[in-house]
């Protein structure tokens, strides 16, 4: 009998010490980049290493000779459309680029050529040589190209951003940083932090271009330049509200959306309803009871049926068609 109470205090002593030391760790900022590999996996597949473009018969075609384009148009060497086509007119202002920077002339876009793109200082502004304390949110301005970060509701650093391409655009709403990770040799920089969009895999990491720095140019992904990351990531922790705003068109909507419904739209349909003042919740894309709530509110403001779910004559209220 001895013996087991010896036992039993034995375990329930380890317990305490598991559990404290949780709230060590818990309560302790870790600032050094670890290498996940589940992270890794997740923003090698959705931010892949570029493929080296270069002249080919065909040429090539996508998402990254666009960015290319955009990259060279603000270098001041392309004034082409964004047809995202490798052909002779991007190569003939690559292989420009490249005999101004002392880079053989070949029409090859290697990193010294991404690099060579981005010439002068980013528009950062960091309010301290401190770090932040306080609570912090991360506001993306996709319109400005422009990621805030607030410390207890003020302005603490402002960092010029890359936002996602018109075909591929970044997502609109309320959502947190899931996770937060180095994944090493990929093509999106220096540090990655996973957010909780639900429709698809997106983040907020580094780049390898540079040049591309403050314009559309990624599959909807944000980037920093890499020693701006790499602040950010020192100051931001699993868990951080990350706010992406933008006035462009929203997406087309139906009439009806009730509790199960998801996806940007709805996000949409929740920023209007907290205009109208029946809503107090995130953006965060979901339509659940508070947005069925919200919905009867406002419907009974207007002396319509007490449905919760949205219809013709809604939609039109909120001023989303």
Known sequence: MIIIIK?????LAGIIMFLASLFI??????IIPVYNEEIYLEAEQLCRKKRQIRPEDPPLEGLDVTELQLGLE???YYLGEHHGVYEYKTIEAVKQLQHDNGIEPNGI????VWAAMFKGESETKITSSEDPTGDLVLIVDLDRRQLTVLEDGKEFAKFPVTIGLPQSPSPVGDF???NKGYPKGSGFGTRWMGLTVPWGGYGIHGTNNPGAIGSHGSAGCIRLFNRDVEKLYEWVEVGTPVILNSERTPPKFRDVYQKGAGGQAVVYL???LKEEGVYEEPADSFFKEEEEQAVKKLQSKYRLPETGKTDANII?????R
């Open 109 to 112: 876009v290697c990193d010294e």
């Open 74 to 76: 603000k270098a001041g």
């Open 25 to 30: 760790i818990s309560t302790t900022k870790i």
């Open 176 to 178: 947190y940083v899931k």
């Open 270 to 272: 929740q920023r209007a």
């Open 7 to 11: 036992k039993k205090y034995f375990i």
């Open 316 to 320: 039109y209220l909120l001023g989303l």
